[in-house]
């Protein structure tokens, strides 16, 4: 059974420092892996999408890593603002219809 | 483009009732996933909809079902609710068939149960 981790749970960092989330999970068959960010109450938007195939994806200060065969990715939000306080969530594709696993997220905090 | 759509955003229910949450995918989407995210947690798999039949289901009991219409958007219908019932709701829209497997989501429906 696929579980996905996500550690730490909560992280607090000073504006301008860079960011490192961390997930992981447990069965290397995946389709791809998805970063979401989730706002208090909200819905999800989705960061980051990595094929299986693929090992890092970025877009803007954001980059996305993946190590299948050890079952890890990493997000990495450079020069971090303010603006990125929010629950960031990983998510795997397990099978072809698109089902996602998802972890339990990282609460970040950036302060001014 | 109209993104994924969600109805009503929040509702308030007395356990022993029943609800019905609403939801239009993205356009040109054909598969409709729906997700139950309880307080601090992440979102878990409740089933997916496709060619207006259930395709997949995770671990919900009966007192959760759905339907898909001919037009693609979906319900998901709660029966004798529970206080446990109480989650974000969220609904997700891709097209089957693609190589990406991407997943869309809505902005999600806050259920209440007292």
């Known amino acids: 059974k696929q579980e996905v981790t996500q550690i730490p749970a909560a992280l607090s960092v000073p504006e301008g420092e860079n960011l490192v989330l961390n997930c992981s999970f447990t069965?290397?068959?995946?389709?791809?892996l998805q970063w979401f960010r989730q706002d208090p109450g909200k819905g999800l938007t989705s960061l980051l999408l990595?094929?299986?195939?693929?090992r890092e994806q970025t877009s803007g200060r954001l980059n996305a890593s993946l190590d299948k065969s050890s079952g890890r990715s990493t997000l990495y939000i450079a020069a971090s603002q303010p603006g990125d306080s929010a629950t960031y969530l990983c998510?795997?594709?397990?099978?072809?219809?698109?089902?996602?696993?998802f972890g339990a997220g990282t609460q970040v905090v950036v302060t001014p | 483009d109209a993104g994924v759509t969600q109805s009503p955003t929040h509702l308030i229910k007395t356990r022993g009732q029943q609800v019905t949450l609403r939801c239009s995918p993205k356009?040109?989407?054909?598969?409709v996933s729906w997700y139950q995210q309880a307080l601090g947690q992440g979102p878990q798999f409740i089933f997916q909809?496709?060619?207006?039949?259930?395709?997949q289901r995770g671990n919900f009991p009966d007192r959760f079902s759905g339907h898909q219409f001919p037009n693609y958007s979906s319900e998901l219908n709660v029966n004798a609710l529970l206080l446990g019932d109480s989650a974000l709701y969220l609904c997700?829209?891709?097209?089957?068939?693609?190589?990406?497997?991407?997943?869309?989501f809505g902005p999600g429906t806050r259920l209440t149960v007292t």
């Open positions: 997700a829209s891709s097209l089957t068939g693609t190589a990406s497997y991407e997943q869309y």
């Open positions: 998510a795997v594709t397990t099978d072809s219809w698109g089902k996602l696993q």
């Open positions: 909809y496709y060619e207006e039949e259930e395709r």
């Open positions: 356009s040109g989407h054909d598969t």
């Open positions: 069965d290397s068959a995946i389709y791809n």
């Open positions: 990595i094929q299986s195939s693929q």
